[in-house]
C-alpha cells in the first residue's frame, strides 16, 4: 500500500480571488507579516500498489480527472509505502 | 522570510461525498488500485518573519479564519525558511 498526496493549484498567471480576499482578511485581522498566499487542494490516495506503480497512476488520475490542465497545475508526492501484508 | 503550508481537511468522522465522488470516479476509469481518498485544501503563506513566529501566526490564523472547528483539522508545515535580505 502506497500513499500519495497530490496538489492541484492554480498556474501563477491565473489570478485568485479567492486567495486575493482570504490574504486581505489575515491583514484586516492584524496579520501583516502575511506577504503572499496561494491556495489549492490536495488529494490523498491510498494505492493498493507500490511506490513506482502508484506514483505512474496518481500522475495518470491527475492529468486525467483532478487538474484542469487549462488553469491548473499539479504535483505528485509518495508519503508513505508500506510493505505487503503490513497494511 | 518563511513559507508556511497549512492544511486543512475534513475530520475522519465526517462524510466527504466530494471525496466518494472522486474514487467512484477514479474506479469507472478502471484505477481499481484507489483503496482510499481523503482531499483537503492547502494554503501557501510567505510571512515577514522567522519560522517559529510565522508557525505561530499559522496557527492563529488556520483557527481564526481557514478552518472550521466543527468539521475540519489543520495542520501546519514550514516549507522553507530565508534569511533576510536573501529574497
Redesign the interface.
Known amino acids: 500500500?502506497t500513499k500519495v498526496r497530490v496538489?492541484v493549484?492554480y498556474k501563477a498567471s491565473i489570478l485568485d480571488p479567492q486567495a486575493q480576499a482570504?490574504q486581505a482578511?489575515?491583514h484586516k485581522?492584524g496579520?501583516?507579516?502575511?506577504?503572499?498566499?496561494?491556495?489549492?487542494?490536495?488529494?490523498?490516495?491510498?494505492?493498493?500498489?507500490d511506490a513506482e506503480?502508484?506514483k505512474e497512476?496518481a500522475i495518470?488520475?491527475a492529468n486525467?480527472?483532478?487538474a484542469n490542465p487549462n488553469m491548473e497545475t499539479y504535483t505528485v508526492e509518495i508519503l508513505d509505502e508500506q510493505s505487503e501484508g503490513v497494511n
Open positions: 500500500m496538489y493549484a482570504i482578511a489575515t485581522m496579520y501583516q507579516e502575511v506577504t503572499e498566499l496561494n491556495v489549492g487542494k490536495f488529494f490523498d490516495f491510498d494505492f493498493d500498489a506503480l502508484a497512476k495518470e488520475i486525467e480527472l483532478l
